[in-house]
């Protein structure tokens, strides 16, 4: 028996001011990531899903509905999906931009391992893991598809892959609107397949 859990980050997020808008309330998505959840649903149209389900945040919600309504599900929300905390939510953390260069917070980048600015990789991974078992039990035999965002998103593979946990973010392979898609064989991971139907974006770019 087979089933899929599809992984897939939000649209572009409409944020003019190029902030890191984390856990913050009230970032929508933008015209562009708009379209971009349609492109998604239109992929994934013909996809036995069974199951929707999304981070608690407006643009994961957002990302889901068109792919929710055209399957005719409601959806599910789960709170494990959700965006990593972050000490710099509502700041400016592009390289030369102000919050990285200010010595008040220099404190906060001394270990990039767990990492010190935020949730720690290790909770993240584990917490994404159950949403993910959760939409394999609900779905079983058939196809789930949760809303999340990079961060987790990306901790989670490479959790599964085995490899070290902290990382290069600019090196994330997981694009606006990509599906990172877990293959399940009786329970058991078979495969991971990524894929990007609403094109590649640039992972070193902050607030998108």
């Not at 902030?19 to 239109?42: I, N």
């Not at 149209?45 to 509905?65: C, I, W």
């Not at 593979?157 to 064989?185: G, N, Y």
């Not at 990524?194 to 607030?207: C, F, H, N, R, W």
Request: aromatic share 6%; with cysteine; proline share 6%.
């Amino acid at each position: 028996m087979t089933t899929i859990v599809h992984l897939l980050r939000h649209g572009e997020v409409h944020n003019p001011e190029k902030v890191l808008y984390g856990r913050l309330p009230g970032y929508r998505l933008s015209d562009r990531g708009r379209q971009q959840a349609l492109t998604v649903a239109e992929a994934v149209a013909g996809h036995d899903l069974v199951h929707v389900v999304a981070s608690p945040l407006q643009r994961a919600q957002e990302t889901a509905a068109p792919i929710a309504a055209a399957h005719r599900l409601d959806i599910a929300t789960d709170e494990r999906l959700i965006e990593a905390a972050n000490l710099f939510e509502g700041e400016r953390v592009a390289v030369g931009d102000g919050a990285l260069r200010q010595p008040k917070h220099w404190p906060k980048l001394r270990d990039p391992f767990t990492p010190s600015w935020g949730e720690p990789y290790v909770e993240i991974a584990h917490r994404m893991l159950g949403a993910v078992h959760r939409a394999a039990e609900v779905a079983e035999g058939h196809e789930a598809l949760c809303v999340s965002h990079q961060l987790p998103i990306w901790t989670l593979r490479r959790f599964l892959e085995a490899k070290r946990l902290w990382h290069d973010p600019r090196k994330r392979q997981c694009s606006l609107a990509s599906l990172t898609s877990l293959v399940f064989d009786r329970g058991e991971l078979r495969e991971i397949v990524y894929s990007e139907p609403a094109g590649s974006t640039d992972p070193k770019v902050t607030g998108a």
